[in-house]
């Protein structure tokens, strides 16, 4: 069963810095895309920045040059460093990876993780 565990949520001060966390496990043959969403509340869920297994990165206009993604493939992990905290960055981040499972023939599959708070003061 494919898990993946967010850490690094908070509380931070308007121009502070979080380092989110998401570790993947459970069967995993291989992932592709790896990515962070954000949902605040009363809106819809968004993409914040995406890499992809060969290490290209995209990101969401309001997050550029403040936010970086990083991967370590070998520990089935990514990160997001956030810099330069805004009010407007409170949300619930989301871990999201494209997962093929030990001996599976569907292919790559989406999973998520259960979300941790980011909450940033003004």
């Known amino acids: 069963q494919v898990q993946l565990v967010e850490s690094g949520g908070g509380l931070v001060q308007a121009g502070g810095s979080l380092r989110l966390s998401c570790a993947a496990s459970g069967g995993i043959f291989s992932i592709n895309t790896m990515a962070w969403y954000r949902q605040a509340p009363g809106k819809q869920r968004e993409l914040v920045a995406t890499?992809?297994?060969?290490?290209?990165?995209n990101y969401a206009d309001s997050v550029k040059g403040r936010f970086t993604i990083s991967r370590d493939s070998a520990k089935n992990t990514i990160y997001l460093q956030m810099n330069s905290l805004k009010p407007e960055d409170t949300a619930v981040y989301y871990c999201y990876a494209e997962v093929r499972t030990i001996g599976s023939v569907l292919g790559h599959r989406p999973y998520w993780g259960q979300g941790t708070q980011v909450t940033v003061s003004s």
């Open positions: 890499v992809t297994s060969g290490g290209s990165t």
